[in-house]
């Protein structure tokens, strides 16, 4: 019975350790950033009219099977036309923030639970958590220059403030590239 009992623990031990190592590392060397997913993600592209003009949004998305605590894992990025932060001082990245912000949150007719501003390497962010039907959208969203990198979770109320959120976002970090 002591055996039986060492060989289940064992098991659930190892399974819980090898588990907890299937995250991989995306790297985009062109999109500028890492982050680690708990499996690979998928990579599109859309065009989005902004205010602006028309821009790029690139998704890097991973959709877990149901074993999974959080239902979606993204990185999205978004670059703007230079021209609109030539002048950008803190008050105008604040506001381009505000923006991102308020949009996320009417766009998914949510309810903003919480609103914390954040610096990634020195670069200003925000860190919201958004209440819609049944779910959290945890999103940290940060303005590098002239683009602006989402990070976002989505879980459903009942995982809500699991490990794996604070793990994926703490997990993004932006690369230094080379410019042309």
């Known amino acids: 019975m ?18 907890a190592q299937d995250w991989i590392d995306y790297k985009s060397e062109d999109l500028a950033f890492i982050a680690k997913f708990p499996g690979e993600p ?12 028309t821009i790029d949004m690139h998704m890097i998305m991973l ?31 604040n506001s ?4 991102a912000v308020n949009g996320a949150t009417t766009n998914v007719n949510g309810e903003l639970s919480s ?7 020195g670069f200003p962010g925000r860190s ?15 303005l590098v220059n002239n683009t602006m990198f989402v990070v976002q979770v989505i879980c459903l109320t009942d995982k809500d403030e699991n490990k794996d959120i604070k793990r994926f976002m703490d997990s993004f970090d932006i690369l ?5």
């Open 176 to 180: 230094k590239v080379k410019e042309d």
């Open 63 to 93: 959709s877990p099977d149901s074993s999974d605590d959080n239902m979606v894992y993204s990185v999205i990025r978004s670059d703007y036309p230079e021209e609109e932060f030539e002048d950008a001082d803190d008050e105008y990245n």
């Open 128 to 142: 919201i958590k958004i209440k819609i039907s049944g779910a959290f959208i945890y999103m940290n969203a940060f």
């Open 2 to 19: 002591k055996n039986l009992l060492f060989i289940i623990t064992f098991f659930l031990t190892t399974t819980s350790i090898v588990n």
């Open 42 to 53: 998928e990579r599109t592209v859309q065009e989005v009219e902004t205010a602006i003009g």
């Open 115 to 121: 609103d914390e501003k954040i610096t990634h390497n």
């Open 96 to 99: 381009v923030l505000d923006g």
